[in-house]
Antibody, heavy 120, light 107 residues
């Protein structure tokens, strides 16, 4: 069974930075697109970013462009999200999500999420 | 951005009911539509992909249909385990977007 375990969330002040990690196991990590999807408390789902298998293609929702960076280390079976200039509206549960081998079309396996709270 | 509008929300139904959730896209998204189920306090799970294909392990009482801009998720014979929030999601164009969600509970 696919395992995705997020870490790195916490309380951070506005303008601060945080790095989220996702440890993947039980599947060939390097063969899949990977994604971050977030969910603000009591709200719906929002796609944040996607990265291709070799890291050559990366896509972001407009509201995080220039502030967030998605990356991966296939040797470590790990996905990352570097978050800078954090704002209150970035407060959310951040999910690490597996895509397809052919694209970011769907999200077929989800971690349990790591909570990011941006507050002074 | 492509907007996805779900209705109704919330939705109250009885055990054994047939439940229909609709998802309307702001433009033609062809067949690029998936559905997810999120139970309270849990991560979402993929339910249906490409409009009508059930993900592995999903009970056959779930079905999806539609095309273009109008899509439907149907649950036949509603069960207690189906109490959840359901989201549609499009991948026809970036940014990938989700509908606002439809919460299904029991009367």
């Amino acid at each position: 069974e696919v395992q995705l375990v997020e870490s790195g969330g916490g309380l951070v002040q506005p303008g601060g930075s945080l790095r989220l990690s996702c440890a993947a196991s039980e599947f060939p990590f390097s063969g899949y697109w990977m994604n971050w999807v977030r969910q603000a408390p009591g709200k719906g789902l929002q796609w944040v970013a996607s990265i291709k298998q070799d890291g050559s293609d990366k896509y972001y929702v407009e509201s995080v462009k220039g502030r967030f960076t998605i990356s991966r280390d296939n040797a470590k079976n790990s996905l990352y999200l570097e978050m800078n200039s954090l704002r209150a509206d970035d407060t959310a549960l951040y999910y690490c999500v597996r895509g397809l081998s052919i694209g970011y079309d769907l999200f077929d396996s989800w971690g349990q999420g790591t909570l990011v709270t941006v507050s002074s | 951005d492509i907007q996805l509008t779900q209705s109704p929300s919330p939705l109250s139904a009885s055990l054994g009911d047939r439940v229909t959730i609709t998802c309307q896209a702001s433009q033609d998204i062809h067949t690029s539509l998936n559905w997810y189920q999120q139970k309270p306090g849990k991560a979402p799970k993929l339910l249906i992909y490409d409009i009508s294909n059930l993900h592995k392990g999903v009970p056959s009482r779930f079905s999806g249909s539609g095309s273009g801009t109008d899509f439907t998720l149907t649950i036949r014979n509603l069960q207690p385990d189906d109490v959840a929030t359901y989201y549609c999601q499009q991948y026809d164009d970036l940014p990938l977007t989700f509908g606002g969600g439809t919460t299904v509970d029991l009367k």
